[in-house]
């Protein structure tokens, strides 16, 4: 670089040109502290429940995860969903079964509509996952439930998209892509297009999207005053349509340049969280949500806090194994089958013998994959019951390590079924959706048929891609409240194990 320098320059010069990379790196990234994205949280927020909310308060509010939890207060919604970005990039268009989000259909029958909230980092007015990955979704089930009433139709009827977001021509291209889709999930034979068109009284589901400045929004309010001018948003009586509003809750901003709210706004702060939490989860961050409304103090004050918050939930989570409070540490149990059930087990909690006793009154053995739940030095004497297997969901490592694991899981799962136990087998994971459904569906297809009627112990089913593809669909149709999404990784190497 010193060569490319004019002639003449001197050593301080010189230094101060090669550091002026690294000083306009801290900048940006004090553009993105802590403070700056947990400020402009609150403010996006703020939109969702002053305009967004009051213009659809009849529609539950449904994050999608995960950026849009850290964007709902957890005592306004009660479901989450799953639509991803990558789904929705330009010709990588899908329609995932990993992620089917069916548990959605009974909200929307019950409250003729939902609000999806979801963000985007700058550069987008709407995420992918909104503006494309929602839409298909909704034309592949539109298209199956025409098509199982008998009624003509063409693509303009099932597939709409923001216009101002996704031109013409890529909506062409998603258009052609469609009928492959729609094939796609036929094949699994896990949607019921009748059946689902009679839930919705024959409607059809049409997407609509808000964000900061929308022309929906705008049609509400006063564009003089900004006061209300209409008390909700109503779908008009001669549209046959189950409205979802996609809603964005972050506005465009180029990085470092908003600062009229007292901090430097940023988009989408809520976007990969991992990289940038200092271990706070958006749990945690509405539990205390009044603390972050009334920050003092700089970035390093609020990363003492944060990391007090982190502490005390691990601690109250371990206070609540110990004593054996099950309802703290295990959270939405579901009855697969009856011999089988699925479970998520809070992190860092170490099981005491009460805890241990509580379990062995429900069920016969309990698998647990997890890598930061332990056992107490009472409870590990003589335990025959509680099974642990040193895996982490999310974890493509762990993924990877759970190919060579299957054979002894595996094994001590067929063991306790081919005994038809009175209780239930429960198999749990720290999220409930990645490795203990993996694990689970192992053992469907090892041990059951399609139908999930136990097979004889001698019977040896056919295990093909298709046939677990199959049972996963059913899986997670089954598990409709529950959002689903075992991992490729996770996938892979149970599709390996099996076959």
């Avoid at 000083?23 to 927020?45: A, C, H, M, T, W």
């Avoid at 022309?215 to 003089?224: G, Y």
């Avoid at 990877?400 to 694991?405: E, Q, T, V, Y």
């Amino acid at each position: 670089m010193h060569q490319l320098l004019p002639k003449g320059t001197g050593a301080m010069d010189r230094n101060l040109l090669t550091s002026l990379p690294q000083i306009s790196k801290e900048l940006k990234r004090d553009d993105r502290s802590l403070r700056n994205r947990v400020q402009s949280i609150l403010l996006d927020n703020e939109f969702l429940e002053t305009r967004v909310h009051t213009a659809f308060p009849d529609f539950p509010l449904i994050p999608n995860e995960r950026c849009g939890l850290w964007y709902c207060n957890p005592s306004h919604f009660a479901q989450t969903s799953y639509f991803k970005s990558t789904d929705g990039h330009a010709n990588q268009w899908d329609f995932s079964t990993r992620r089917l989000n069916f548990h959605l259909l009974p909200t929307l029958q019950e409250a003729g509509g939902v609000v999806i909230v979801d963000s985007t980092r700058r550069g987008k007015k709407i995420p992918d996952a909104l503006s494309k990955t929602v839409p298909l979704w909704c034309a592949v089930l539109n298209s199956l439930m025409l098509e199982s009433v008998g009624k003509k139709f063409n693509v303009n009827d099932v597939l709409f998209v923001p216009p101002e977001t996704v031109p013409e021509s890529e909506r062409d291209q998603m258009a052609k892509k469609l009928p492959d889709l729609v094939e796609k999930l036929k094949i699994l034979n896990v949607f019921d297009g009748t059946k689902t068109s009679r839930m919705l009284d024959g409607k059809l589901l049409r997407p609509f999207w808000v964000f900061p400045g929308s022309s929906l929004l705008q049609s509400c309010t006063d564009i003089f005053t900004g006061e209300q001018i209409q008390n909700k948003w109503e779908v008009s009586r001669d549209e046959n349509i189950v409205p979802i509003i996609l809603c964005t809750v972050s506005y465009q901003a180029q990085d470092g340049i908003d600062k009229r709210n007292g901090f430097t706004y940023v988009q989408g702060a809520a976007d990969d969280h991992e990289l940038w939490s200092h271990g706070l989860e958006a749990n945690i961050f509405w539990s205390n949500i009044d603390k972050f409304k009334n920050l003092s103090g700089g970035d390093s004050e609020l990363y003492e806090i944060v990391d007090k918050m982190v502490t005390q939930q691990n601690n109250n989570m371990q206070r609540s194994a110990q004593a054996g409070s099950l309802d703290k540490i295990m959270t939405g149990i579901d009855k697969v089958t009856s011999l089988l059930s699925l479970g998520e087990i809070h992190d860092n909690v170490t099981l005491s013998s009460e805890a241990i006793a509580d379990l062995e009154k429900c069920y016969s053995t309990v698998i647990v994959l997890s890598e930061t739940v332990h056992l107490d030095k009472d409870a590990s004497q003589d335990n025959e019951m509680v099974k642990i297997f040193r895996l982490t969901s999310g974890s493509k490592k762990s993924s990877k390590n759970l190919r060579a694991m299957l054979p002894d899981i595996s094994k001590t799962i067929n063991n306790a079924i081919i005994l038809q136990p009175i209780k239930p087998l429960l198999i749990c994971c720290n999220t409930g959706k990645d490795m203990s459904i993996g694990v689970l569906l192992a053992v469907l297809c090892q041990n059951y048929d399609e139908v999930w009627d136990l097979l004889p112990e001698d019977v040896k089913p056919s295990v093909s891609k298709i046939v677990i593809r199959r049972h996963l669909t059913k899986l997670i149709a089954h598990l409709n409240g529950r959002n689903v999404n075992p991992s490729r990784a996770t996938l892979n190497s149970i599709n390996s194990f099996l076959m």
